[in-house]
Structure formats: structure tokens, C-alpha cells
């Protein structure tokens, strides 16, 4: 990013600020004023002794003059360059199985819940990854898709946003889950393919088995990875369920057997990550994108945005407010 003026003449404008104050200096364009006298011959002569309204003036000249400056910017036409990378080849398709059994209310992930961790990571990753496509399937005791593979990253960060715990039910179906995504990514013409599981739990819904949906990846040629999340022990859990409204608070004995998703995930090409952290899901999903990557051609593209009008509307309002401040609350002669 960079900053330019389109006219930087307008900047000359400046020289008027000390001109004024020297023709004020020389008793020339000086204000108007009526000295009043108000005193007998052992009287005291009237003095304005208001701190409060001497600060206001100041404030109100200020403004004046912070109004000045501004139209000078303005008439400069300032301009801000931005530089961005336009893909001209695809790169990997990534689609996100999330996990929104109501485990994943647990709060056991550097304060945070569980589904809170992984969407939060799923949003940097997106950000620090721009020439991937991403796609997203929510996944409780059913599955469906949030977002389809696409490379508009605020349109999925936007509906990532709308994920919470409950939506697809009470349950686990990690087989329908995986090959929801299967169906989903497999006739896309990226040439390398990946599905990402987070779950904090074992497969317990859905008529799929994982192994099924496994096998079914690595025919279609798309590599597995999942990643478990959450700690071991007792831990805080406090979710609405989204279709009744009530809440549900409590406590989770957390602890699964992770050998199942290790080993589809291993069956499909990928592996298995462990995760308690925000920075071991960072680490975990960094590592996946990396191992995925493919080389993309792209060229840079500047992109300008004008500030003229924002500067002169900033400008406007700091002339108003002095104009307010010395006409209407000082009484002041214009």
C-alpha cells in the first residue's frame, strides 16, 4: 500500500496560513472589535476571566484552521495504491468439514469454545491463503453445505460467521459428513483436491460409516485430513440450541478414541492431527494448506481509491463545528 497525491500542487495552498497571520501581524485584515470600559475612578475594569469559554475559543479556532488544512489535502487529491495478486490458474480445493455436535460448545480452547477455535482458524487460514478455494459443510447428526468450493473468501467468511452449535443436530455423523464433501469437490477441475475434518468426537449418527466415506476420498483422488479438537478431562459447556432455544449448561467428560480418525484419514493419503490449542490448530491446518500447494501463475493488479470527497467532507464538518462553537456558543461577530 502506498499513498501518492494526483495534485500535489494543491499544496502551495499552505503558504496563505503564515501570509494571513502576518497581515493580521501588521494590523492588516485584523477582526473587528468594540473595547468597553466598564469602570469608575476607583473602580476595576472588566476582564474575561473564563478559562472554560478562553479552551472553547481555542477549540473553535482550531477547527478553523484543521478545516483549512483539510481542504488543502483535499485539493491535493490524495490517492492510496493498493496491490493485489489475480490468480490466472487454479490452485488447491479445500473443503472444511466442521463439526456442530453440541460438544463443541465445550470451552476448553485458550477460552474459548471449541467451535469458536476452529472457525477463527479457518478464517485466518483463508486470509493468509488467498490462492486456494475453500469450501465448508456443517456436520452434526446430518450434513449440508454452507458454502460450495469458491475463491470469494468474504462470502465464505460471512456464512463460516452463521455456523453454531446445534445447527445439524445432536449427534456425530462423520461418514455423511465426509462424503457430503466428497460429492461436493470431486467434480471440480482443481488438480489437487483436500477435505479437512474437525471434530471433537467419534462417528455416532448417520447411515455412512468413515471408512466408507474414506474409501470413496481416496478413489476420487482427494486426500483426508482430520483434526481432533479439545482437551482431556472435565470441562465448561454452555450452548442454545438453535431450534428449541433452551439452554444447555454443564460440564463434559471429554476424552474420545482417536485411532478411528487416524485411520481414515491415513487411508486417504493425509493424517491425523491432534489439536488442544489455538496455536496447535493454526500449526495443524497451516501444515495441511502447505502440503497441498500448488504452484499458481498470477500477475499484480494496482487498485486506486480517491480520497477527495472523504477529505472535503472531513473538511466541511471541522468548518461547521467552529462556525457552531464561535457564532452560536461565543457570540462571536463573523
Given at each position: ?12 495552498l ?15 485584515l ?50 492510496i ?105 470431486k ?12 471434530t471433537?468426537?467419534?462417528n ?37 440450541n438453535?431450534v ?56 499484480i ?34
Amino acid at each position: 500500500m502506498s499513498v501518492d497525491f494526483m495534485n500535489p500542487a494543491g499544496f502551495l495552498l499552505v503558504l496563505f496560513v503564515p501570509l494571513f497571520y502576518a497581515l493580521r501581524k501588521i494590523k492588516i485584515l485584523n477582526q473587528v472589535s468594540f473595547p468597553l470600559s466598564f469602570s469608575d475612578w476607583n473602580g476595576w475594569v472588566f476582564t474575561w476571566n473564563n478559562k472554560f469559554r478562553r479552551v472553547v475559543a481555542i477549540i473553535g479556532e482550531g477547527l478553523c484552521i484543521l478545516g483549512y488544512m483539510l481542504i488543502i489535502l483535499a485539493f491535493a487529491e490524495p490517492v492510496i495504491h493498493h496491490q493485489e495478486r489475480v490468480y490466472t490458474s487454479r490452485g488447491t480445493d479445500v473443503m472444511f468439514v466442521l463439526d456442530t455436535s453440541p460438544s463443541m460448545a465445550a470451552r476448553d480452547i485458550n477460552g474459548i469454545t471449541r467451535i469458536e477455535a476452529a472457525t477463527k482458524t479457518i478464517e485466518k487460514l483463508v486470509d493468509a491463503n488467498p490462492g486456494a478455494s475453500y469450501g465448508l459443510i456443517a456436520m452434526g447428526s446430518q450434513a449440508a453445505v454452507v458454502v460450495p468450493i469458491t475463491n470469494d473468501k468474504e462470502t465464505l467468511k460471512s456464512r463460516l460467521a452463521t455456523v453454531t452449535v446445534g445447527l445439524m443436530g445432536e449427534g456425530t455423523a462423520i461418514g455423511t459428513g465426509l462424503s457430503t464433501a466428497v460429492y461436493h469437490i470431486k467434480a471440480t477441475s482443481a488438480k489437487r483436491k483436500c477435505i479437512v475434518v474437525l471434530t471433537d468426537g467419534e462417528n455416532n449418527a448417520g447411515e455412512i460409516h468413515p471408512e466408507t466415506a474414506s474409501g470413496l476420498a481416496k478413489k476420487n483422488g482427494i486426500i483426508l485430513y482430520t483434526v481432533g479438537i479439545g482437551t482431556k478431562g472435565t470441562v465448561p459447556l454452555e450452548y442454545v440450541n438453535p431450534v428449541t432455544g433452551k439452554i444447555y449448561s454443564g460440564y463434559l467428560d471429554s476424552s474420545f478414541d482417536s485411532s478411528n480418525l487416524e485411520k481414515i484419514a491415513v487411508a486417504a493419503g493425509g493424517r491425523y492431527y491432534s489439536v488442544e490449542s489455538l496455536s496447535a490448530m493454526n500449526m495443524a491446518l497451516s501444515s495441511i494448506i502447505k502440503k497441498q500447494d500448488v504452484v499458481q501463475s498470477y500477475y499484480i493488479r494496482t487498485i486506486d481509491d480517491y480520497y477527495y470527497y472523504h477529505v472535503l467532507a472531513a473538511a466541511l464538518i471541522a468548518l461547521i463545528l467552529s462556525w457552531i462553537i464561535r457564532r452560536l456558543y461565543l457570540k462571536e461577530v463573523m
